[in-house]
C-alpha cells in the first residue's frame, strides 16, 4: 500500500507539472511585482494581537503591527534591536522600570477611521494597546504574560471594574503604565523582571493599534488590522487565503543584516541587499493547505514559492538522510533546516473528574499513560525522524534547557505503566478486557484531535499504545481553531498541541504550568503551590547558574505530576525555489518576509513572469 501511495504521488505530480501555468505575461515596459507564495498547514484566527495566540495568526498580524522592539533578523545567537524606538529602552537596575521613546514621524497605514488625516504613532498607541489586554472584552490570552510582570495598578484596575460589572476604563490613570510625552511611555512593575523586554519584540502581541480603529471597527477588529508595518493586509478569505500588500506609509527602513560566519548563501544576500528599502517584496500570498500531500505537490508544482515546514511523510524523499535530495537540489531548491524552540504535548485536563486531580492514583493513571507512549515509534512513524525525544517540558533554543536532562518523561515501559494501574487501582474489574476507575465506574479517555493526516497517524499510535495497557481511549475531532476555543474554556479532557516560544528564554514553557495562567498558556490548567513558588522565584531572577537550578526544579515537578506528557521537540525544514532570495529561517523573527526578495529575472529564465504592477 505505502508503494502504491507513492506511485500514485509521484504521477500526480508530474501530472502537476505538466499542466503547470505560467505565472501571468507581463508586458515589457512594466515592472514586475514580486510576489512570495507559501501556505499555513493550519488556518488562522484573528489578526487582532489582544485575541490571538496561535503561530500563524501571528506570523501574518507581525508583518503589519510593530512593536517597540525586534529581532535582528540574521543574527545567532538572538540579539535585539530599536523597531519603533528611537533607541533600546532605560532599564532600571533592580528591572522594574523600563522607558521607551518611540521614534517620531511613524504613520499607520491609511484607514477610514482616520477621516483621511495621516495618524502619527505616539507613545499613548502603546500604552492603550498594552491595556487592551486587561479588558475582558477581548479575552487576551497573553494578559498572563503582563500580570505576571505585575504591571502596577492594571491588574487591580480590572478586578475593580469585573466586580462593579462595568466596561474596562482606558482613561484611568495607572501608576505602572503612562505616557511621559508625546513620544515617551514608562512601565513600571510590581517585582524584578530581567526579560520583559522580550516580550517588546512581538508585534503580535505588543504591537500598537491606533484608539480611534478599534472603536470604529468594534468586534470586527480582528478583520481590520491597521498598524505601522511594512505590510497592509489587502484581502482575506477566512481559512483559505490571506493577501498582504506593501505598506505605502511605510517609513524608510533599510536592509542591514549580518550574515552568520561560514553561510555562504546568506552572506551574499546581505551584501546584496545591504541598504535597499524594506520591505523588497510587494506582496505575500498565504494559502491554507492542511492536508500534507495537496501542500507538497503545490510547491514542487512552482505554485508555491517557499515551503514552510516539509510534511514529515515526504521527510525520507525530500531530505533522504536530511540532506537534500540530488533532484532538488539541480533544480536549485534551497533546504534550510533548523530547531525550533518547541514542544509537542499532549495535556491531561486537571480539572477533569477522570484525568485530573492531584491525588496519588490521578497521578498514577498520568504517569502511566504517559509510561505507554512510545515515543521513538512516533518519531520513526509519523514523524519520519524530524524530531528528538523530549525530557522535559522547556525546549531547545532556550534559556533553561540542558540537553543532558534526562526524566522519566523520556521513558516507554508498558509493564511499569501496567504495575502503577495495578497499584492504584485502575484495574479490570468486569473482566471485559478494559480497566475500570477505582471506584468501578467506567474508564474512558477522550482526545481533542483534528482531521488532518498527521492527526490521524498520531491518533493511530495513541489507540494502539493505550489498547495495550487496557484503556479504552476515543477521539473527539474538530476543526483546530475549534479546538483552541474549547481548549481554553477547559472543556477538552486531552489535546496534543504544539507549544513554541517566541523569545529565547525557557520562561515561555514553565508557564504551561503556572497556575494563574489558566485558560491562557496553562491549558492543562496545573495548579500547584510548590510549583507556582519556582515559576514565580526563577521569573525575577537574572540568567545564571542559580536560575538555572530553580528551573531544573520545576521542570522536576511538571514530570512527576504529569499535567503534560511532551512528546517530542521538533525539526524543521523549509524548502525554497531558487528565485526566492535571502530566505532564512530565524526562529523568533515571525515577519521574516520583510526581508525576502523574489528574483524576477530567476523567473523569467525558468518561463515564469511576475505579475505586472
Keep these: 500500500m505505502k508503494i502504491h501511495h507513492l506511485l500514485l504521488a509521484t504521477c500526480a505530480t508530474l501530472l502537476c507539472l505538466a499542466q503547470a501555468p505560467a505565472r501571468a505575461q507581463a508586458t515589457p515596459a512594466a515592472q514586475p511585482l514580486k510576489v512570495l507564495r507559501y501556505a499555513f498547514l493550519i488556518a488562522e484566527t484573528s489578526f487582532d494581537p489582544a485575541q490571538i495566540s496561535d503561530l500563524y495568526s501571528r506570523t501574518v498580524v507581525a508583518g503589519m503591527i510593530e512593536a517597540p522592539l525586534e529581532f535582528e533578523f540574521l543574527a545567532k545567537p538572538a540579539r535585539m534591536r530599536p523597531n519603533t524606538a528611537a533607541s533600546m529602552p532605560e532599564v532600571s537596575d533592580d528591572f522594574k522600570t523600563f522607558t521607551f521613546r518611540i521614534k517620531p514621524g511613524i504613520y499607520f497605514a491609511d484607514d477610514p477611521a482616520f477621516k483621511g488625516a495621516k495618524r502619527e504613532l505616539t507613545a499613548e498607541d502603546y500604552v492603550y494597546s498594552l491595556k487592551r489586554h486587561y479588558d475582558p472584552r477581548w479575552k487576551s490570552a497573553n494578559l498572563y504574560i503582563l500580570e505576571n510582570a505585575k504591571i502596577l495598578g492594571l491588574t487591580e484596575l480590572r478586578k475593580k471594574l469585573m466586580a462593579e460589572k462595568k466596561p474596562f476604563d482606558y482613561d484611568t490613570p495607572v501608576e505602572g503604565l503612562r505616557t511621559l510625552d508625546r513620544y515617551t511611555f514608562q512601565i513600571k512593575l510590581g517585582e524584578s523582571t530581567p526579560r520583559l523586554l522580550y516580550n517588546f519584540a512581538d508585534g503580535s502581541f505588543t504591537g500598537a493599534l491606533a484608539r480611534e480603529v478599534v472603536e470604529a471597527y468594534g468586534d470586527k477588529i480582528g478583520e481590520h488590522p491597521v498598524g505601522t508595518g511594512p505590510f497592509i493586509l489587502k484581502s482575506w478569505k477566512r481559512s483559505s487565503r490571506i493577501v498582504l500588500a506593501r505598506n ?218 493505550m489498547d495495550a495497557i487496557g484503556i479504552k481511549l476515543i477521539f473527539k475531532t474538530a476543526k483546530w481553531p475549534e479546538n483552541l476555543k474549547a481548549s481554553r474554556a477547559g472543556k477538552l479532557m486531552m489535546w496534543g498541541v504544539g507549544w513554541t516560544a517566541g523569545a529565547p528564554d525557557g520562561d515561555t514553557f514553565l508557564a504551561l504550568g503556572y497556575g494563574p495562567n489558566k485558560g491562557g498558556a496553562n491549558h492543562a490548567r496545573f495548579n500547584l503551590p510548590a510549583f507556582n513558588v519556582l515559576y514565580e522565584k526563577q521569573r525575577q531572577m537574572p540568567d545564571g547558574p542559580e536560575r538555572l537550578a530553580v528551573m531544573e526544579e520545576a521542570k522536576k515537578i511538571m514530570v512527576a505530576y504529569m499535567p503534560y506528557k511532551v512528546h517530542v521537540h521538533r525539526i524543521f525544514t523549509d524548502l525554497a525555489h531558487p528565485w526566492v532570495v535571502g530566505y532564512h529561517r530565524n526562529i523568533f523573527v515571525r515577519d521574516f518576509y520583510k526581508y525576502v526578495d523574489i528574483d524576477t529575472d530567476e523567473l523569467r529564465r525558468r518561463g515564469h513572469t511576475a505579475a505586472p504592477h
Excluded at 535597499?276 to 500570498?285: A, T, Y
Excluded at 517557499?306 to 511523510?313: N, R, S, V
Design 248 to 465: 505605502p506609509n511605510y517609513r524608510e527602513v533599510r536592509y542591514d543584516e549580518t550574515a552568520p560566519a561560514g553561510d555562504a548563501r546568506l552572506q551574499a544576500a546581505a551584501a546584496k541587499y545591504k541598504g535597499q528599502r524594506l520591505p523588497l517584496l510587494d506582496e505575500v500570498h498565504i494559502a491554507i493547505i492542511e492536508e500534507p500531500q495537496p501542500r507538497w505537490l503545490s510547491f514542487l508544482n512552482e505554485e508555491q514559492d517557499l515551503m514552510d515546514q516539509l510534511p514529515a511523510d515526504f521527510a525520507p524523499t525530500v531530505i533522504p538522510n536530511n540532506r537534500l535530495a540530488p533532484n532538488l537540489a539541480k533544480k536549485g531548491v534551497v533546504a534550510v533546516r533548523y530547531p525550533r524552540a518547541d514542544v509537542a504535548v499532549s495535556y491531561f485536563a486537571m480539572e477533569h473528574p477522570v484525568v485530573g486531580g492531584y491525588e496519588p492514583h490521578k497521578v498514577a493513571l498520568r504517569r502511566a499513560i504517559s509510561l505507554a507512549v512510545d515515543v521513538d515509534r512516533e518519531i520513526r512513524l509519523v514523524r519520519r525522524s524530524q524530531a528528538i525525544p523530549a525530557q522535559g517540558v522547556v525546549g531547545p533554543e532556550t534559556f533553561g534547557y540542558d540537553p543532558q536532562f534526562k526524566s522519566e518523561m523520556g521513558d516507554f515501559s508498558r509493564a511499569r505503566a501496567k504495575a502503577l494501574l495495578d497499584m492504584h487501582g485502575w484495574v479490570d474489574k468486569d473482566g471485559d478486557g478494559w480497566r475500570e476507575q477505582p471506584n468501578g465506574e467506567p474508564l474512558l479517555l477522550e482526545y481533542a484531535t483534528s482531521p488532518d493526516q498527521q492527526s490521524r497517524q498520531l491518533n493511530e499510535l495513541w489507540k494502539k499504545n
